[in-house]
């Protein structure tokens, strides 16, 4: 079946540091990733959708200049929580999906967790 | 807008009895709806899903969902559970474009022995 990675699963870094995190589809091309933030004992809210070699589509109060996402490749899509405060503390988690699958088929990684000191 | 309400954010059960895990939704038009469960240091994993075939649907580890349109509900069931089953379950529907997924708050099952 597909697979999604994530990398790291876990970090931890000071305030007012930026923070990469890489989401891999494995055995597929992924023509569309999103990014998913859970925040603890809630549910997953989408914060951005991304096709293949254009600009992200940001959910409403997703700040765009804070969470950058880059998806240079079929198989790679990156997010970098920049100037990371506590707030930004959280579960992140990416999905993808490829052109021949239906729109709601989503291939989910398993998270990385942020915490921000 | 459409949207999943999870009725009880905890489930607990013993090893062999029956697992009803409560969903209901709100849609303007005939949804799409997914089961997804989420174990520890694991990617969320399909269950089954609904897209307006068969009104019962099963879905992988002995599970399944009927959609009843008259009560808004789309209940997830386990005839017995086994003590691999304990986990977060969410409930979801798609955006009426077909572009996102929208999660409800999720259901912690535990599975007692």
């Known amino acids: 079946g597909a697979v999604v990675s994530q990398h790291p699963s876990r970090v931890i870094c000071k305030s007012g540091t930026s923070v990469k995190i890489e989401c891999r589809s494995l055995d597929f091309q992924a023509t569309t990733m999103f990014w998913y933030r859970q925040f603890p004992k809630q549910s997953l809210m989408l914060m951005a959708t991304s096709n293949e070699g254009s600009k992200a589509t940001y959910e409403q109060g997703v700040e765009k200049d804070k969470f950058l996402i880059n998806h240079a490749s079929l198989t790679l899509s990156t997010l970098t929580v920049t100037s990371a405060h506590p707030e930004d503390s959280s579960f992140y988690i990416c999905s993808a999906r490829n052109a021949r699958d239906s729109q709601e088929t989503q291939y989910f990684g398993p998270g990385t967790r942020l915490l921000v000191l | 807008a459409q949207s999943v309400t999870q009725l009880d954010s905890h489930v607990s059960v013993s090893e062999g009895t029956p697992v009803l895990l409560r969903c209901n939704y709100s849609?303007?038009?005939?949804?799409?709806l997914f089961w997804y469960v989420q174990h520890p240091n694991k990617g969320l994993q399909l269950l089954l899903k609904?897209?307006?075939?068969?009104?019962l649907v099963k879905g992988i580890n002995g599970f399944e969902a009927e959609f009843k349109k008259s009560e808004t509900s789309f209940h997830l069931t386990k005839p017995s559970a086994h003590m691999s089953d304990a986990a977060e379950y969410f409930c979801v529907v798609i955006n009426q474009a077909g572009t996102a997924l929208i999660f409800g708050k999720g259901t912690t099952l535990s599975v007692s022995s």
């Open positions: 849609s303007s038009y005939s949804p799409s």
């Open positions: 609904y897209t307006s075939a068969a009104t």
